[in-house]
């Protein structure tokens, strides 16, 4: 059936804010760059499930089939988020982001984000590379087009108090600055309408398979990247305060998963569940 997976509703809206970018905010992205990086990142996927299952022969739900849907979403989640001008770049960029999912793992499970982490690779090891968080500009239209599509792919994915915990934080921390200030709370809205923010709220810190897994573990951890988050970009005056903030606060995920203990995320067993849930609901019309 399709649309099962929730993977498949975040490369659909993933797509669409890429084409939507691109004709409404007049993007100039190179389309071979595009292609070089999502290129780069199913093969690299690829090249990590041979190796994986080469390694450890109890991973036999690892499949090329059962994990190009991720591999595509981190390609096309750096295409909407970073710039460079080199096809090594590039390259670089994506090997580095699926390559940390396989490397940079504890207990089978990686703890940063790879498009996250494939954004601060390529920033600090090369001079090519740049972040464009304004890229989206302020206009409710695209907040409200974020929010409902995230809204949906959560809903199936089940991991909406990771983004309910970084809005309501961030939000209160900038209305608290806004009050000390002495601005007109217009202000506030308007930091808060920015759709990078949203996007990275909504699209990025959710990956289910790198956040923690108790809800406890969730609330805490993406309350704690709102805060360095909030810190980063009004004391340092850092654009990109969310991506550093996630690559920061991301290792802390090992940390909370041992104090609160649950069963890791698994896309297989999540579409299982899915497509049983789909039959019954059939069965009963």
């Known amino acids: 059936m399709l649309l099962q997976d929730a993977r498949d509703y975040q490369i ?4 669409f804010f890429l084409f939507l970018g691109i004709g409404t905010r007049d993007w100039t992205l190179r389309p071979e ?21 080469q390694l450890d022969r109890s991973l036999f739900n690892l499949t090329w089939k059962s ?16 710039r460079a001008d080199n096809y090594l770049t590039m390259v670089l960029a994506g090997t580095l982001a699926i390559g940390s999912k396989f490397v940079l793992q504890v207990n089978r499970k990686h703890f940063f984000n790879p498009g996250n982490f494939g954004i601060i690779a390529a920033l600090v090891l ?48 900038e209305g608290m600055r806004n009050w000390w200030l002495g601005w007109t709370w217009d202000v506030w809205a308007h930091r808060l309408s920015s759709g990078s923010l949203w996007l990275f709220a909504l699209f990025m810190i959710t990956d289910p398979r790198s956040i923690p897994n108790s809800p406890n573990g969730r609330v805490i951890w993406a309350s704690a990247i709102a805060i360095l988050a909030f810190i980063l970009r009004n004391l340092f005056f850092i654009p990109t305060a969310v991506f550093w903030a996630l690559f920061a ?37």
């Open 12 to 15: 659909l809206f993933l797509s």
């Open 33 to 53: 760059l595009i292609v070089t990086l999502i290129a780069t990142c199913l093969i690299v996927q690829g090249l990590g499930v041979l190796v994986a299952r």
């Open 67 to 82: 994990s190009w849907r991720s591999a595509l979403i981190t390609g096309l989640g750096l295409s909407l988020l970073l």
């Open 126 to 173: 090369t001079g090519d590379a740049w972040v464009s968080p304004g890229q989206w500009g302020d206009e409710w239209l695209y907040l409200f087009i974020f929010a409902g599509t995230g809204a949906m792919v959560l809903k199936k994915v089940g991991r909406w108090d990771t983004s309910a915990a970084f809005l309501i934080s961030y939000a209160l921390l």
């Open 249 to 285: 606060i991301a290792p802390l995920t090992i940390i909370i998963d041992r104090f609160w203990v649950a069963p890791n995320f698994s896309w297989f067993l999540k579409t299982q569940k899915n497509l049983v849930s789909a039959r019954l609901t059939e069965s009963k019309i």
